[in-house]
C-alpha cells in the first residue's frame, strides 16, 4: 500500500455481493494473503437471528431484536482440524449459523434499520490495523464508505445456486438443486429491494461477475487490484 492509504485510519478492502458469489472463500484468502483481519458481517446477522430464536424474540420486533444484539458475545474461531467454530454465549452453534434456516432469518431481520443500526459499531470494531478484508452486502456502501478498495462479486443465480447445493451436500444436506434456487431468488429480491442498506454496488465499486471464474482467478484478479492502488 502507498504511503498515502497507510496513513488512512486502516485500510478497508470491501467485498460485497450477493449469496454464492464466491465472496466468503475470496475475502478469506485475500485475507490470509495480506495478514490482515476478516469481518463477516453476514454471520453476525445470522447470530443475532439464532440469538432471537434461542430466547423467542420475534423476528419482526425490531426494538427487542436491537437490544438483544447488545447483550449476546459472539467468538469466531477454528476447531483444532481447522474447521469453522462459532460460539454464541459460549454455546456452539456452527452447524445452526450456517444452515438455509438461519440465512432467511437473517435476512429477514436484516431488512430492519433498528437492527442495522444496532450492528453498525459492532462491524467497525473489526477496522484494526494492519487492514480488514470486510465481507457482505453494504460494506462499501454504509459500514465503510471510505474503503480503499471496493469490490462487488457478482454472479448468475444459477451458477450461485448449484455453487450452494454443492456446498450443502458436503454437509449433509439434501435440499434439491431447485429449493436452493428458488431460495437464493427470494432472498436476492429481499436483499436487492429492502428499503434500508440495500444490496447494490457502491458507485465506486469494481464489479466482478465470478459466474466463470474460479476462485484463484478471482483472488488474483483483485490482487492485482489491490497492487495498482499500492
Ligand atoms: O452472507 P450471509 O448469507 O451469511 O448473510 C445472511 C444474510 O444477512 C443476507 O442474506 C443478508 O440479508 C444479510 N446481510 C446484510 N448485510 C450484510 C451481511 C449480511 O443484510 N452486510
Known amino acids: 500500500m502507498c504511503a498515502d492509504t497507510l496513513s488512512s485510519p486502516v485500510p478497508v478492502i470491501t467485498i460485497d455481493g450477493p449469496s454464492g458469489s464466491g465472496k466468503g472463500t475470496v475475502s478469506q484468502r485475500l485475507a490470509a494473503e495480506l495478514g490482515w483481519h476478516f469481518l463477516d458481517s453476514g454471520a453476525l446477522y445470522r447470530l443475532l437471528a439464532c440469538a432471537a430464536r434461542r430466547d423467542g424474540v420475534d423476528l419482526d420486533d425490531a426494538s427487542a431484536l436491537a437490544d438483544l444484539a447488545g447483550r449476546i458475545d459472539a467468538d469466531f474461531g477454528f476447531s483444532e482440524n481447522g474447521e469453522e467454530r462459532v460460539l454464541l454465549d459460549g454455546v456452539e452453534i456452527t452447524r445452526t449459523l450456517r444452515c438455509e434456516d438461519t440465512g432467511n432469518a437473517a435476512s429477514r431481520i436484516a431488512a430492519l434499520p433498528a437492527v442495522r443500526t444496532a450492528l453498525l ?10 487492514g480488514l478484508i470486510a465481507d457482505g452486502r453494504d460494506m ?3 459500514v465503510f464508505p471510505d474503503a480503499t478498495l471496493k469490490i462487488f462479486l457478482d454472479a448468475r ?10 456446498q450443502l451436500n458436503e454437509k449433509g444436506n439434501n435440499a434439491t438443486l431447485d429449493e436452493i434456487l428458488a ?17 447494490v454496488p457502491a458507485e465506486d465499486a469494481l464489479v466482478i461477475d465470478s459466474s466463470d471464474l474460479d476462485i484463484d482467478t478471482t483472488v488474483a484478479l483483485i490482487l492485482g487490484q489491490i497492487h495498482l492502488k499500492s
Open 183 to 199: 431460495e437464493v431468488r427470494a432472498r436476492d429480491e429481499r436483499d436487492r429491494t429492502r428499503a434500508t442498506a440495500p444490496l
Open 140 to 142: 462499501g456502501t454504509v
Open 121 to 130: 459499531a459492532w462491524q467497525r470494531r473489526y477496522r484494526r490495523p494492519p
Open 157 to 166: 443465480p444459477e451458477e450461485r445456486a448449484l455453487r450452494r447445493f454443492n
